[in-house]
């Protein structure tokens, strides 16, 4: 005859043992308990990107006055991949897409590596700027502005959105990071995060310190805080005091 079931007169009913007496060991062949969504909360991993980009000193853009719907570059200094890359004036060095249609849309005056060099580009209306950029304005552009209406982008507003980092590389103003989203909520915000560097731009020695801060239930920061850029990371959550 088999041995019957001893069960609760309602789920989640009675236990097993108390705080204070508890069983000394407990061997079964399986075990089938919403636990294991516990488990999987403490200990989650993922992986992010951490990107450290941008402009040292000078690379204002202005809108030129004699080549149609065009934007030039003062020059300057900006840093991306580890290195600091100084960018000499250009002019007429990227062109402001035409809006056409009936509503207001912007775009990214931005520098990236092409080639060998180091260029101005512009995305297309609606776009923003690709990882691989160093941003440094947004235009926006009005309804019904094309080359025809507005040549010279009299009625463009250019807004700089320059990380403008003057101390480079000896100190930074403020240290990229990423907000990382748990995929499972924790209990509370006292869990622990390590990582794994998977790859970077730059030198080792410009590696710095990678670490988590501004932890919350639902997810943390990482924070690079020396030079190089494109950092990848594998984290690592876990939270042992239950």
Do not use: H
């Not at 691989?132 to 982008?153: C, H, K, Q």
């Amino acid at each position: 005859m088999a041995t019957r079931n001893i069960v609760p007169r309602a789920t989640g009913e009675g236990a097993l043992g108390t705080t204070a007496k508890k069983w000394g060991s407990i061997n079964v062949n399986a075990v089938n308990t919403s636990s294991c969504s516990l488990m999987a909360e403490v200990f989650q991993s993922g992986a992010t990107t951490v990107t450290n980009k941008g402009v040292i000193s000078g690379c204002t853009v202005t809108k030129s006055t004699t080549s149609i719907r065009s934007v030039n570059l003062a020059a300057g200094k900006v840093f991306a991949n580890g290195m600091i890359i100084p960018m000499p004036q250009k002019d007429a060095c990227a062109v402001i897409p035409s809006n056409s249609s009936g509503s207001s849309k912007t775009c990214y005056v931005y520098i990236a590596q092409s080639s060998d060099n180091w260029e101005v580009f512009c995305t297309a209306l609606g776009e923003s700027v690709p990882s691989s950029g160093i941003p440094l304005y947004m235009a926006t552009v009005p309804n019904n502005n094309t080359e025809i209406t507005d040549p010279y982008l009299q009625n463009v507003t250019l807004t700089s959105v320059i990380r403008l980092e003057p101390d480079v590389p000896m100190a930074f103003a403020s240290s990229p990071f990423v907000l990382v989203a748990l995929p499972r909520n924790m209990t509370s915000s006292d869990y622990i995060v390590t990582f794994d560097i998977v790859s970077y731009s730059g030198s080792e020695f410009q590696l710095g310190r990678i670490f988590a801060a501004d932890k919350a239930t639902n997810g943390f920061k990482v924070y690079v805080n020396g030079m190089v850029d494109n950092v990848q990371v594998q984290w690592y959550v876990s939270k042992l005091n239950l």
